[in-house]
């Protein structure tokens, strides 16, 4: 139990006072922390509701036995009981308890009587016992109520910090995606592609094969025609917006994602320019093709790009300097992104 997350009213309005995100790349890692604390809080909430569920079937449980025991012991004392009506209503006659209370008593008797006591001793051992059990009873009567307040309690207020960090999740990813909107990325009236921008699609990309992931999946950029995987989208066009600021212009795209069919295509009009189909970091939206200038190596644009593209996760890979040769071709990390 203590190991569950365990909201605070502090923590929530800790939630609650976060500072905004004042641009695009603090959005992105903004709306990445609180998609992750929503799937934490979530995953905390299940999980005391799977507790709570588990332990008020043991509870109960155990109260249904003690209710079957007390129907067994109600049914053990009826004999006392009659035994007691039986010695106060038998009549003083031969057959009777006369003989015994006279001194006249037989081994029949005598036998009987022995018998009696002996069915009184049981069933009065019987009798504490159910006055035991009553109290156990009323005890764990009582616990399971303290437990049962206690635990509506917490999934009370782990609910409340579900439902605080998913108000703030909705409004980061809605403020993320207006402001894609505003720097270009092109959607649909109902936004059906600014869903493919929001962070928490990232890691489901990852389920797809290379080369097959869904359209809906991916996040078009500024450049029209190409896409990439959520997050690549997202820094990449906050690594474009610093070109421009830098150039006066957006960055040049020639290729990005690439299907599995287009990557066959390309393998076999350009062997030894391309991945063995299935392979390649297009196939997984992690990947562009740059022109404008980047694509010469050493030039103004291609410097620029060595210098600061590792601050939006983006970089040149090493085998790409040289075999094969290819200056035009960049790769996004999250690892990196997450180190920034």
Request: proline residues 5%; contains cysteine.
């Amino acid at each position: 139990m203590a190991s569950l997350f365990v909201p605070t009213v502090e923590a929530r309005a800790q939630v609650q006072e976060r500072k905004d995100p004042s641009n695009l790349t603090e959005l992105r890692k903004e709306a990445e922390r609180s998609a992750k604390e929503l799937e934490d809080a979530t995953k905390a909430l299940e999980q005391r509701r799977a507790t709570i569920a588990s332990s008020e079937k043991e509870l109960k449980s155990k109260l249904t036995t003690l209710q079957d025991m007390e129907q067994k012991l109600a049914t053990m004392r009826q004999p006392v009981a009659q035994m007691v009506e039986l010695l106060y209503e038998q009549p003083i006659v031969a057959n009777g308890v006369f003989p015994f209370l006279t001194g006249g008593a037989d081994e029949h008797t005598l036998r009987a009587l022995s018998d009696a006591t002996q069915i009184v001793t049981v069933r009065q051992k019987a009798v504490e016992r159910t006055s035991l059990l009553t109290k156990e009873a009323e005890r764990l009567a009582g616990e399971a109520q303290e437990l049962r307040a206690g635990n509506l309690l917490a999934e009370a207020q782990l609910a409340a910090e579900v439902d605080t960090l998913r108000q703030r999740s909705d409004k980061i990813v809605k403020s993320l995606t207006a402001a894609l909107v505003k720097l270009g990325i092109k959607v649909d009236k109902v936004g059906r592609a600014a869903l493919g921008c929001n962070p928490l699609r990232a890691a489901t990309a990852d389920q797809y094969p290379n080369g097959l992931i869904p359209q809906g999946m991916l996040c078009p950029l500024q450049q029209k025609g190409f896409s990439l995987r959520a997050d690549a989208t997202i820094a990449f066009v906050s690594l474009n917006e610093a070109f421009r600021r830098r150039f006066g212009k957006p960055m040049c795209v020639t290729d990005a994602y690439r299907s599995l069919a287009e990557q066959q295509s390309i393998y076999y009009r350009r062997p030894g320019f391309a991945a063995v189909p299935g392979r390649s970091n297009h196939g997984l939206g992690l990947a562009v093709d740059l022109c404008g200038g980047v694509e010469r190596s050493g030039s103004t644009e291609f410097v620029w790009m060595e210098k600061n593209s590792k601050r939006y996760g983006w970089f040149h890979p090493s085998w790409a300097y040289s075999n094969p040769f290819e200056p035009w071709h960049w790769e996004y990390d999250p690892k990196i992104d997450k180190l920034l």
